[in-house]
């Protein structure tokens, strides 16, 4: 199969290969829009952060009709292969479709997450011929770095109470619920005096990870929380020490693979080692299934000349072992869903303090406070600080959708099944249900693979399919 730029979609999916537009780097794209809705007489409004909105009139016979948004991020992730030596910041995307028919970029991400659904808004904005209530299109920027270009929209800036959004693919498939979030920043202040007794290092190895959305339900370990366990085992243990530098994890979002602790202490190598390998044993038993590569390691460190005191190293090591995190609750409507967690992703220790990047996600706001309020009535008795930063909103389940009927005929029309799913990530569409929390959302895409990675793909029969039913949606949106 060819890649058809005689096709709409496929056209304007190739013009935004042709313009850089990574996350922060999307005003060249962006401009591309104004100028496309300034060229065929559309109102339109183009903000600070670069999103675009515009109105396209109902087609004859639909101007009753309740109005429809369309909305897609225009911000691609960029990544690509070591030996390419593609330029993000000035190259296009060099297309090609392999032998069953997936587009590809070569060496690169090639953007269909989400220039798939750009593609599509510039496609039905350009097509006169289709049958339609009045639309906006909402392109939005920044989405793959904090959804912060959804964020800086208004209640106002919608002109629908229906919206499509076109950030989630599957052909056959329709979100139904994303959760909200909070980040967390939980800092204590460090007293330090001088050292004279061995240091040791902690690390903790042979962890799965992963995203702390999509994967927190498989109850897989995270590498700040069980050294902070070894350490408060080995204190129960008798065994004194204190802190000299607590670092793990990469990401607040994925859930921390590795750990590294180094510590003082006067007891001896052997007995430390000793209460490590029983809480090892221990735990090596909890994760025999879902963690089985976990691994801990004790060796002998360099000459420390400071240590935290052994009053505060207390308080940070039994913070951690008491505070919530993972799986907290599961939701009892959409099997396989999990409905709050936390995830303590990053610890640093600075040269004053020791912070903690927490991540709490639900689709219930209710979840969230209670979740915050928890890591603040703890943190005030240990010392610590709770700081909360960028909250966004949840997209909970709702048993009615006119929207998602109308997909479902649609599909049925053509002999397929609709597929509902939920996901514990978040979604733009979250942000929008927090603005106008009457809002109907189904979101829509073509199948595609690899998203975030060079390896992804568009499904170019599908993409052709998928825009059809989607114009056949609108059309059915009377």
Known sequence: MEF????????????TTKIPHGSRNEKALSDYI???AREHGYQYRQDELFNVLVDKPASPGYENCAPVILQAHIDMVNEKNKDSDHDFERDPLELYVD???????????LGADDGSGAAYMLAILDDQTLKHPPLQCIFTVMEEIGLIGASNLK????????????????????????????RVQIVHSLQKEANDLPAYTL????????????????????????????????SLNGIALSLVRFSGGLKYNAIPREADVTFVSSFPFEEIEASLHKTEAAIKEELEFSDPG????????????????????????????????????RSLKLDGLTSASLNAGVVITEEDQLIIEDLIRSAISSHTDTLISKLELLA????????????YSGWNYSEKSELREVLRKVLAERGKE???????????????????????????????EGEHTPDEKLDLTSFDRSYEILTEVLANCR
């Open 4 to 15: 058809d730029l005689s096709k709409k979609h496929c056209f304007y999916f190739n013009e």
């Open 34 to 36: 104004v100028n496309f």
């Open 99 to 109: 032998e069953e028919g997936w587009l590809h970029a070569k060496g690169t991400t």
């Open 155 to 182: 209640a106002e800036d919608f002109h629908g109470r229906k919206l499509i959004n076109l950030d989630s693919g599957g052909e056959v498939e329709t979100t139904v619920s994303s959760a909200g979030g909070a």
């Open 203 to 234: 690390e903790i190895r042979g962890l799965l990870g992963g995203h702390s959305g999509g994967l927190i339900h498989l109850e897989r370990g995270n590498s700040n929380i069980l050294a902070a366990r070894i350490l408060k085992e080995m």
């Open 294 to 329: 976990f691994r801990a390691q004790l060796t002998k460190a360099d000459p420390e000349p400071y240590r935290i005191t052994e009053k505060i190293s207390a308080d940070i090591i039994d913070y951690m072992y008491l505070m919530p995190n993972g799986l907290m609750h």
């Open 380 to 391: 005030s008795v240990f010392g610590f600080e709770v700081k909360v930063g960028e909250r």
């Open 418 to 448: 609709l597929v509902e799913r939920a996901t514990h990530g978040g979604l733009e569409t979250g942000v929008f249900k927090g603005l106008v929390p009457d809002m109907d959302i189904i979101t829509y895409g073509p199948i595609a």
